[in-house]
T-cell receptor, first 116, second 114 residues
Framework: GQQLNQSPQSMFIQEGEDVSMNCTSS?????WLWYKQDPGEGPVLLIA?????ELTSNGRLTAQFGITRKDSFLNISASIPSDVGIYFC????????????????FGKGTRLHILP | EPEVTQTPSHQVTQMGQEVILRCVPI?????FYWYRQILGQKVEFLVS????????KSEIFDDQFSVERPDGSNFTLKIRSTKLEDSAMYFC????????????FGNGTRLTVT
């Protein structure tokens, strides 16, 4: 089945540092999504990517949809304490012959820790 | 900003009991989903629902699970006879059905089966 490999599994950084995490897949996806999950809450959408090669920013966050449609990265610049949490990539595939595939596959997450 | 709401936030039940998890999706959304997350693990797809029927389900979503949209606002997940391994966070999500539209998640219900 489709799987997403997300790395790194966890990161420990100093406040103010830049962060980079990525996701790869053996399958091609039509959409890449990046979510953040805070403790005790549901995933919150950060960035959605719809076209291969697309580079999209949301404040200090930047994400790119890889040209091969099998990978994506998320960068966070100048990290702050509220960036702590788990970041999930998710892929959405639209198979041929159907109007939509309702299933989104999630990576295992990157847990971001910020050292005092 | 409209949001997906889920109740209860935490439910404790005994093994073998039935539970119903409730969700109110965003009002103009047409596609509804349930996902679950076992503690410390990734978010897993359970089922998607559109036009009053299941459109896709995973192997996790066996005969013990069912979903229903009993009225114009609620979307429920029922587990008929809970097992210990059903303990997890259950997330409801909805989307407006636009091309590749992203999902919006609720804050989840933590189900603990004892």
């Amino acid at each position: 089945g489709q799987q997403l490999n997300q790395s790194p599994q966890s990161m420990f950084i100093q406040e103010g540092e830049d962060v980079s995490m990525n996701c790869t897949s053996s399958s091609i996806f039509n959409t890449w999504l990046w979510y953040k999950q805070d403790p005790g809450e549901g995933p919150v959408l950060l960035i959605a990517l719809y076209k291969a090669g697309e580079l999209t920013s949301n404040g200090r966050l930047t994400a790119q949809f890889g040209i091969t449609r099998k990978d994506s990265f998320l960068n966070i610049s100048a990290s702050i304490p509220s960036d702590v949490g788990i970041y999930f990539c998710a892929g959405h595939l639209k198979p041929s012959g159907r109007n939509r595939d309702d299933k989104i596959i999630f990576g295992k997450g990157t847990r971001l820790h910020i050292l005092p | 900003e409209p949001e997906v709401t889920q109740t209860p936030s935490h439910q404790v039940t005994q093994m073998g009991q039935e539970v119903i998890l409730r969700c109110v999706p965003i009002s103009n959304h047409l596609y509804f989903y349930w996902y679950r997350q076992i503690l410390g693990q990734k978010v897993e797809f359970l089922v998607s629902f559109y036009n009053n029927e299941i459109s896709e389900k995973s192997e996790i979503f066996d005969d013990q699970f069912s979903v229903e949209r009993p009225d114009g606002s609620n979307f429920t997940l029922k587990i008929r006879s809970t097992k210990l391994e059903d303990s997890a966070m259950y997330f409801c999500a909805s989307s407006d059905g636009g091309y590749n539209s992203p999902l919006h998640f609720g804050n989840g219900t933590r189900l603990t089966v004892t």
